[in-house]
């Protein structure tokens, strides 16, 4: 897929959201309007013009043959609800435009102007869903378009005046406007097929997830497909580390308890969910020199953990606090405290603030020492005759050169 770059010089203060639209802000912001990042979103702001359209553009000229997609990400907040944001292709030579917008009435709506002459395409209702997870597509090839929402066609054009010339973001009326993750890329055909006469195809999209994050200061509903983090980098991959090391961990315990036979005198869930815990504090307790490299392990534990607070807390938001009583799994805040209980166990230094910022008891941060010692020693001890011994392994009972067994791995396709 190639990226295509267009317009002026981007400024680096806005390119991470916007992309190629960034270098249009100065030149093109309007009077009563404000501009900014905020919580990860590059967000517009109109206090109090009433009825007033902020549109950002970018001449992008005719869609390759192979074809054009424009993705982004938008959210809005505003009591007003005909406010609305929204993707805009344009020709002002031609006096045309074609508009798909998200309104704060949950409104999707679609149509085109020829001059005067208005066309209404579609009005869908609840397909946007301004958590801060929308994401607005637009498809182009030669002479046609298609509009998508979250994965959901809203409607074709054809010969319209406003195709082939420009393109950009509209938001209209008083209030807040953010847009992030605005790309726009060629080849269309290499990564979506194209049908006959010309019309573009529905593609596969990401399913983006709404952040736990609230994005308070930004008074937007949500940060996104992903966490941004104030595009903390280091934080940012911190997190995805963490939460993907804690499933991988956890997964791995249930293989080492199956193909082993090892032994699990508790609840297998619980058990491997101390296991990941325990490998994912073990580097944090041997810190290396390189600054950056320590962070990185600290915050990938504490997200570890947090995952399950997160999704806990959620839960009770929706009423739905406690796991079904048949389920394997025990309920996501229990899963919590264990985890960050053997973690705060394992290296209280790193930990002490996490556990005191989430109310642990001291007769909790008490137990939780203890509580790692147990888990470590019986964890050590059940693999120690599958373990060579070594520096850090000086329990396994196998020779330091004992060959390993042979590991078969499968590739399925994902359902």
């Known amino acids: 897929m190639a990226l295509v770059a267009f317009g002026s010089p981007a400024h ?7 992309g190629p639209l960034a270098g249009a802000v100065r030149t093109q912001l309007l009077q009563g309007w404000t501009a900014g990042v905020e919580d990860g979103w590059f967000t517009l702001r109109n206090k109090a013009t009433a009825g007033s359209e902020q549109t950002l553009y970018l001449n992008v000229g005719q869609p390759p043959e192979g074809g054009r997609i424009t993705d982004v990400n938008v959210v809005l907040n505003s009591k ?70 979250n994965g959901q066609k809203i409607g074709d054009i054809e010969n319209e005046p406003a195709l082939g010339s420009e393109l950009g973001i509209m938001a209209y009326e008083v209030g807040t406007f953010g847009i992030a993750d605005f790309a726009i890329s060629t080849n269309v055909n290499a990564n979506t097929g194209q049908g006959g006469g ?12 709404a952040s736990p994050d609230s994005g308070a200061s ?64 073990e580097p944090t307790m041997y810190p290396s020199s390189d600054k950056d490299t320590n962070a990185m392990a600290q915050g990938a534990a504490k997200y570890a953990a947090l995952q399950w607070y997160y999704s806990g807390k959620l839960a009770e938001a929706k009423g739905a606090g406690n796991s079904p009583w048949q389920d394997e799994h025990t309920g996501d805040l229990k899963r919590f405290r264990n985890m960050l209980c053997i973690m705060y166990g394992g290296n209280p230094g790193v930990f002490a ?58 590739f399925e396709p994902s359902s």
């Open 80 to 149: 007003n609800p005909k406010a609305s944001i929204g993707l805009a292709l344009t020709n002002r030579s031609r006096k045309g435009l074609c508009l798909l917008e998200l309104t704060a009435a949950k409104q999707t709506l679609l149509f085109c102007l020829d001059g005067d002459k208005r066309r209404d395409i579609a009005n869908v209702p609840n397909v946007a869903k301004l958590d801060g997870s929308d994401r607005i597509k637009v498809v182009e090839v030669p002479g046609a378009a298609r509009f998508i929402v």
């Open 198 to 209: 010309g019309q573009p195809q529905q593609q596969p999209t990401r399913a983006p997830q």
């Open 12 to 18: 680096a203060e806005f390119e991470q959201q916007l």
């Open 353 to 410: 603030s996490l556990v005191d910022q989430v109310g642990f008891e001291d007769r909790t941060k008490a137990r939780c020492a203890d509580e790692f010692t147990k888990q470590n020693r019986a964890w050590r001890r059940i693999l120690a005759p599958h373990t060579r011994v070594g520096t850090w392994s000086p329990d396994g009972q196998q020779p330091a050169n004992a060959p390993g067994a042979p590991v078969n791995v499968t």
């Open 218 to 281: 930004s008074g937007l509903p949500g940060s996104g497909p992903y966490p941004r983090f104030g595009g903390d980098s280091l934080r940012i991959v911190a997190v995805y580390i963490g939460i993907m090391r804690s499933i991988f961990m956890h997964e791995f315990g249930h293989a080492l308890i199956g193909e082993l036979e090892l032994p699990s005198t508790g609840a297998e869930e619980d058990a491997v969910d101390i296991y990941s815990a325990l490998q994912i504090v």
